[in-house]
């Protein structure tokens, strides 16, 4: 059995470590040090955070022949891990022009040699399960790096007066005759458990199982759309502070919101978007992106129905099949939503979904030991939870469980939502 364990990781391993960077590879060495805000991180530090947490989470403390890259690493990609010592402050990783791209790369090299040959080595059965449990972690950890990386860079391009394109993949247009009416699919509750239950990986805060009361509801069968949202914006939705919690109309009227992030419009009054493959029009039957928990609960509001629990998208994700647009696809952007309106589509891909719940611990919840204590926990606070995943999520990197959190400010990530109501 551990034999195939050890083949399935080593082959894990050499697939996500190449799959960032291939995520890397249309980047100029220019575009590696721009962090166009506190929220994201330049791709060099990307690299060489994922690195580092190998390094110093597994090698440093389960190979007692490993010899460290660069001792000031441990400053400079250490991300928020106050246990093991103090670390770059997060706002400030774009002034980094040194270690360089190159150097950054020989340091993966020496921890990908390192890594493989520690898994050859033959240890006790306990030390052994905790050495691979602690891989699986870091390669899902790299995995929603290489999401970020995505998201980090579609807004360093972005505030560039260029509008640069990531890449240029161009999609069949596919035309879908939605008509602007979601159907909404019935469910009766009840007592339903939710959580991970233990079979495969899942993090901390997706654990345990555990019972919860849902109230009769209903669920839209397809995310909100550009062209339902675009009603909300020709309405005067962002001047309406009746839709608003007080909160996101403080920071709507703040930060001059008029439109989701990327929305452009020019002087004739069309729509277009910002994508990784560059300047689109707005197409009007994808899923709304790049949308905050404010304007997904104040959109909601305005057409009189609310977001839905995080139970409740639990409880209907688990019926669906996880399927959907992913980082596989390659285009990375949401694609238009299916017109077969008679079953739950889209959970899974094109765009992560704003719940109504906010970021806590399940019951029974523990953190779990050591700095890796930190990895979760300590960020359930003022978040709210999202569910599915996006068009550039890894596409072996979801489940029904996993719980992804942002604070309800934020759009920079490829966010949007779908509709529930009472009965």
């Known amino acids: 059995m551990r034999l195939e364990t050890t083949t399935y990781l080593v082959d894990k391993f050499s697939a996500v470590r190449n799959q960032t960077l291939a995520l890397i590879e249309p980047l100029e060495p220019e575009d590696f040090i721009i962090q166009a805000s506190p929220d ?3 791709p060099k530090w990307h690299i060489a955070h994922t690195t580092w947490f190998f390094e110093r989470m ?3 403390e389960y190979d007692d022949q490993y010899t460290v890259f660069h001792p000031k690493y441990n400053y400079l990609f250490n991300s928020y891990y106050n246990s093991i010592g103090p670390y770059q402050p997060r706002h400030q990783r774009g002034v980094l022009s040194r270690p360089t791209v190159e150097e950054i790369l020989a340091y993966r090299m020496h921890v990908d040699k390192a890594i493989l040959s520690l898994l050859q080595q033959k240890r006790e059965t306990p030390v052994q399960q905790k050495l691979e449990q ?20 579609k807004y360093n391009f972005f505030v560039n007066p260029l509008l640069p394109a990531y890449q240029n993949k161009t999609e069949s247009e596919r035309t879908l005759g939605v008509d602007g009416s979601p159907t909404f699919k019935r469910f009766e509750g009840g007592l ?5 239950d233990g079979q495969g990986f899942a993090f901390d805060n997706e654990n345990p199982v555990h019972k919860t009361w849902l109230n009769p509801f209903e669920l839209a069968s397809r995310p909100v759309t550009n062209r339902e949202f675009l009603a909300f914006v020709e309405a005067g939705g962002y001047e309406q502070s009746e839709h608003w919690l007080s909160d996101g109309f403080h920071i709507v009227n703040q930060q001059s919101w008029k439109a989701p992030l990327y929305w452009m419009k020019n002087e004739q009054g069309e729509w277009s978007v910002f994508t990784l493959n560059g300047i689109k029009p707005l197409h009007l039957d994808e899923p709304v992106c790049h949308v905050s928990f404010y304007e997904a609960d104040a959109y909601s509001r305005w057409c009189g129905k609310r977001l839905p629990t995080e139970a409740e998208w639990e409880y209907v994700g ?4 996880q399927r959907g647009n992913l980082m596989g696809e390659g285009s990375y952007h949401p694609r238009p939503v299916s017109s077969d309106l008679q079953e739950m589509t889209g ?5 992560w979904e704003w719940t109504a719940s906010a970021y806590a611990p399940y019951p029974g919840s523990r953190p779990l030991e050591g700095a890796l204590g930190e ?5 359930m606070c003022n978040q709210m939870v999202l569910r599915g995943g996006a068009c550039v999520t890894p596409d072996d990197h979801i489940r029904e469980t996993y719980r ?3 604070p309800p400010d934020k759009r920079w990530q490829f966010s949007g939502f779908r509709l529930a109501g009472d009965l």
């Open 192 to 196: 339903v458990e939710i959580g991970h």
């Open 318 to 321: 688990r019926q669906v099949e």
């Open 375 to 379: 990895y979760n926990a300590k960020f």
């Open 404 to 406: 992804n959190f942002f």
């Open 134 to 153: 602690l891989i699986e972690m870091g390669l899902q950890h790299e995995q929603q790096h290489q999401e970020l990386i995505l998201m980090d860079v």
């Open 347 to 351: 959970m899974f891909g094109d765009v």
């Open 58 to 60: 597994i090698l440093q």
């Open 40 to 42: 994201v991180s330049p």
